[in-house]
């Protein structure tokens, strides 16, 4: 069964930094593209960014963290990461990460019908 749990959300000051954590089960990180998706009240689903390894090493961002956020993938640990820094108020929001079939596109999407997703974790940027 596969599963996808997010972890390291919370409250942080502009500026500020933080590290998301999926944690992946039942899936092959080899084989799935992971990505990260946010969603602000009142906003739809954003696609933030994606990596997969598969046929090479590939991954997007959206326009809006590109050069704030770095996404990387543990294998062995079957952890993928979201490295966010100089966060901004709207950064703020529940952040998903979900596995689907490669390639990473940009804009980041994933399928609705093939698509895994966790549960969230929120993360809000507020003085």
């Known amino acids: 069964q596969m599963q996808l749990e997010e972890s390291g959300g919370g409250l942080v000051q502009p500026g500020g930094s933080l590290r998301l954590s999926c944690t992946t089960s039942?899936?092959?990180?080899?084989?799935?593209?992971i990505g990260w998706f946010r969603q602000a009240p009142g906003k739809e689903r954003e696609g933030v960014s994606c990596?997969?390894?598969?046929?090479?090493?590939?991954?997007t961002y959206s326009d809006s963290v590109k050069g704030r956020f770095t996404i990387s993938s543990d294998n062995a640990k079957k952890t993928v990461y979201l490295q966010m820094d100089s966060l901004k108020p709207e950064d703020t929001g529940t952040y998903y990460c979900a596995a689907d079939f490669p390639p990473c596109l940009t804009p980041v999407r994933f399928s609705n019908w093939t698509s895994f997703w966790g549960q969230g974790t929120q993360v809000t940027v507020s003085s």
């Open positions: 039942g899936l092959t990180l080899d084989y799935y593209a």
């Open positions: 990596i997969s390894s598969r046929g090479g090493d590939t991954v």
